[in-house]
């Protein structure tokens, strides 16, 4: 007979009780992965490096073996949380820094001044990240070896704003591009392969800097500085 709250064979108050379940389950489960990402950003701002084991996070945590492979198939999935964390903090940092300015233009320069300070090859307390973001890097790199569409897609919240930047910019007539879409690919690899190359530069003095960068993107966009 179909409870008298609904047409369901199940009684409402069964259901009720289950949904209450699986939500608190769910809350655990995203307490014990959070529980774990922590840890693992711990050992990289100590260590900086990714050269760790899954016991050792399983040591700083407190968690089980068991915890561990419910929220990540492995390590490489781990440290894939963490560069997804890293790339929502540094499209965060973006966001702020280029609402700071009005003008389309200024904001594309703010863009990619920053840019740049998030790829600097080196750790220093200058950057604007909260952990160590060099040994997440090299590992996005090795991993864009092997799956370059997952690296993308995990870049994305840093791809997007730049393209709505690079819009609005053609959109007010400061710079010129038949297609905004590769014109903000082309500046965003510009920034991300001179930490590439920067990063085997030991004198500071020879490294591409980001004014360098932006002068040239100018020339590209057919920018007048003026505007």
Same mark, same amino acid.
């Given at each position: 007979?179909?409870d008298?709250e609904?047409?369901s064979?199940?009684?409402?108050?069964?259901?009720?009780?289950?949904?209450?379940?699986l939500?608190t389950?769910?809350?655990?489960?995203?307490?014990?992965?959070?529980?774990?990402v922590r840890?693992?950003?711990?050992?990289?701002?100590?260590? @900086?490096?990714?050269?760790?084991?899954v016991?050792?996070?399983?040591a700083?945590? @407190?968690?089980?073996?068991?915890?561990?492979?419910?929220?990540?198939?492995?390590k490489?999935?781990?440290?894939?949380?963490l560069?997804e964390?890293?790339?929502?903090?540094?499209?965060?940092?973006?966001?702020?820094?280029?609402d700071e300015?009005?003008e389309p233009?200024?904001?594309?320069?703010?863009y990619?001044i920053?840019?740049?300070?998030?790829?600097?090859?080196a750790d220093t307390?200058? =950057?604007?990240?909260?952990? =160590?973001? %060099?040994? &997440?890097?090299?590992?996005?790199?090795?991993?864009?070896?092997l799956?370059?569409a997952?690296?993308?897609?995990?870049?994305?919240?840093?791809?997007?704003?730049l393209?709505?930047l690079?819009?609005?910019?053609?959109?007010?007539?400061? &710079?010129?591009?038949a297609n905004?879409?590769?014109?903000?690919g %082309?500046? =965003?690899? %510009?920034?991300?392969?001179?930490?590439?190359?920067?990063?085997? &530069? =030991?004198?500071?003095?020879?490294r591409?800097t980001a004014?360098? &960068?932006?002068?040239?993107? %100018?020339?590209?966009? @057919?920018?007048?500085?003026?505007?």
């Amino acid at each position: 007979m179909a409870d008298r709250e609904g047409n369901s064979e199940e009684p409402l108050w069964r259901q009720r009780a289950v949904r209450r379940s699986l939500t608190t389950a769910q809350a655990r489960a995203e307490d014990r992965a959070a529980d774990l990402v922590r840890a693992a950003w711990e050992l990289i701002d100590e260590r @900086g490096t990714t050269e760790f084991t899954v016991q050792d996070v399983l040591a700083r945590s @407190g968690q089980s073996v068991r915890t561990f492979y419910q929220a990540f198939g492995g390590k490489d999935e781990l440290l894939l949380a963490l560069l997804e964390d890293a790339v929502r903090e540094q499209a965060d940092d973006l966001r702020a820094v280029v609402d700071e300015e009005s003008e389309p233009l200024a904001r594309l320069r703010a863009y990619t001044i920053r840019l740049y300070a998030w790829c600097e090859p080196a750790d220093t307390d200058r =950057k604007p990240s909260s952990h =160590k973001q %060099l040994p &997440i890097a090299e590992f996005a790199v090795q991993l864009s070896n092997l799956d370059p569409a997952r690296v993308e897609a995990t870049m994305e919240p840093v791809s997007l704003l730049l393209l709505e930047l690079v819009d609005d910019a053609a959109a007010a007539g400061v &710079i010129r591009t038949a297609n905004p879409e590769r014109a903000a690919g %082309l500046l =965003k690899q %510009l920034v991300m392969y001179s930490w590439h190359r920067n990063r085997y &530069i =030991k004198d500071p003095e020879l490294r591409i800097t980001a004014e360098e &960068i932006w002068d040239f993107c %100018l020339h590209g966009f @057919g920018a007048d500085p003026a505007d």
